[in-house]
């Protein structure tokens, strides 16, 4: 049982810097518990979900190489992006791509789902 839904605690979506910032967006928990239902409701944690500005930057640097330094604008900094560890990630993709077809950001990667619930469309591949 978590603290901010049924599958979810606070803990889990804090910056992993232990900055403290842990401001998880309700849209995108609500977009957790069904990502979650979709993987079988199989116990699962997000890989990311909250990033201050500073750690922001160390997983840009890491993750992508032609990174502009300060040039982020990811979700991640306004506590409404997750990144979801799934078993199917283009299942999963495909999933929200149908269920939010006009909003939300969706990014499709080996092995996990972007998805943060930005009100314009966005999607990519990782
Ligand atoms: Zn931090
Ligand atoms: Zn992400």
């Not at 699962?44 to 982020?72: A, F, H, M, T």
């Not at 991640?76 to 149908?98: E, I, Q, V």
Request: aromatic residues 14%; hydrophobic residues 30%.
């Amino acid at each position: 049982m978590g603290d901010l839904s049924e599958n979810l605690s606070r803990i889990e979506t804090s910056c992993k810097c232990d900055c403290g910032f842990a401001v998880a967006d309700y849209q995108t928990v609500i977009m957790f518990e069904q990502a979650r239902a979709f993987n079988g409701n199989k116990p699962v944690s997000p890989n990311s979900w909250c990033r201050c500005y500073k750690y922001n930057e160390v997983v840009q640097l890491r993750d992508n190489k032609n990174y502009i330094p300060g040039s982020s604008k990811s979700e991640h900094m306004l506590g409404t992006a997750c990144d979801f560890p799934a078993s199917d990630p283009k299942g999963l993709y495909d999933y929200f791509d149908n269920l939010y077809p006009d909003s939300c950001g969706l990014g499709l990667y080996e092995n996990f789902v972007h998805f943060d619930c930005r009100k314009n469309k966005a999607r990519w591949v990782g």
